[in-house]
């Protein structure tokens, strides 16, 4: 049941960001291309939670009585990585869509096709 779970995590992982790249490659509207790139995001976060994980693993904080069993402690890095990753990709979405919108509102469209031949 476990390596099914694990499998599954590592499968909806890699789904994710196919579907997102599927979306930043193929479509030709900003607006598109900026929400694939975060699916992208959440894949690969999903897929640093699914490496940092351990079948009936402990909570990474040392006590006595775990001491003995520290060999089936949950890594803390992947957690702080995706945790810092979700911050820093939210932002960098805000950002994205903030000139998504800017774009949108000067040239009256969001098609990269559209875009391109304009001339500033």
Do not use: C
């Not at 049941?1 to 694990?6: A, D, H, K, S």
């Not at 999903?46 to 009936?56: H, P, Y």
């Amino acid at each position: 049941m476990n390596e099914f779970l694990t499998i599954s995590f590592y499968g909806t992982a890699i789904v994710l960001m196919l579907i997102g790249l599927y979306a930043a490659l193929a479509k030709k509207n900003l607006l598109k291309i900026v929400i694939g790139l975060s699916i992208i995001d959440s894949g690969l976060h999903l897929l640093f939670v699914a490496v940092g994980f351990i079948s009936n693993g402990t909570a990474p904080i040392f006590s006595p009585e775990v001491l003995e069993s520290a060999q089936q402690m949950v890594d803390p890095v992947p957690q702080a990585l995706v945790l810092t990753a979700i911050v820093i990709g939210f932002a960098t979405t805000a950002v994205a869509l903030a000139l998504v919108i800017r774009l949108y509102k000067h040239h009256n469209t969001a098609a990269i096709d559209e875009i391109k031949n304009l001339k500033w």
